[in-house]
Antibody, heavy 125, light 110 residues
């Protein structure tokens, strides 16, 4: 079955960087794009961006553009999200989520049909 | 805050029908599909509804959804205790060129 397993919780100081991994299994990794979504305490879900696991092309949300980098390792079937210059309001649970429809381009009608278990990133001095 | 607006809470008794609303604008729900995700306590979000009203396999037909203009709604009939959790609406936003979510509605089964 489709499974996305994320790396463990992280505690970082303001200004530092964090890199979260998402290991996929149960399907052909390069056929489906991966999204990253976060949820700060007491807040709603926030989409951070998308990466094509086939081409490596990315599409970042405006509010994190310039601080985020999404990459993949097709040899291991893993996706990564690195966030730099961390601030206290980056404290959140970070999720990876797979595109519902197999595609190599970002689509406005592609839901997120499988999610990782979430990674808590705490930014505190 | 969130681009899509959802009431913070909803409740019902077992067996009842409960509805949840999601209000957007012409740049998101008004011109794109609506989606719904369910997050039960201690779990990751799960896709509940895609393309306004389609259910993924495994989602029971007591769950339904619709879209009208710039709003979407989710209905759960035959309410059960295991339905208790948070429900989030989502849509693509043409102005932001990205996905937007609601703040979530916490469903309590009394």
């Amino acid at each position: 079955q489709v499974q996305l397993v994320q790396s463990g919780a992280e505690v970082k100081k303001p200004g530092a960087s964090v890199k979260v991994s998402c290991k996929a299994s149960g399907y052909t990794f390069t056929s489906y794009g991966i999204n990253w979504v976060r949820q700060a305490p007491g807040q709603g879900l926030e989409w951070m961006g998308w990466i094509s696991t086939y081409t490596g092309r990315t599409n970042y949300a405006r509010n994190v553009q310039g601080r985020v980098t999404m990459t993949t390792d097709t040899s291991t079937g893993a996706a990564y999200m690195e966030l730099r210059s961390l601030r206290s309001d980056d404290t959140a649970v970070y999720y990876c989520a797979r595109d519902q429809v197999a595609t190599t381009v970002m689509r406005a009608d592609n839901a997120f049909d499988a999610w990782g278990q979430g990674t808590l990133v705490t930014v505190s001095s | 805050q969130s681009v899509l607006s959802q009431p913070p809470s909803a409740s019902g008794t077992p067996g009842q029908r409960v509805t949840m609303s999601c209000s957007g604008s012409t740049s998101n729900i008004g011109s794109n599909y609506g989606y719904w995700y369910q997050r039960l306590p201690g779990t990751a979000p799960k896709l509940l509804i895609f393309r306004n009203s389609q259910r993924p396999s495994g989602v029971p037909d007591r769950v339904s959804a619709s879209k009208s203009g710039t709003s979407a709604s989710l209905a759960i009939s035959g309410l059960r205790s295991e339905d208790e959790g948070d429900y989030y609406c989502a849509s693509w936003d043409d102005s932001l060129s990205g996905w937007v979510f609601g703040g979530g509605t916490k469903l309590t089964v009394l």
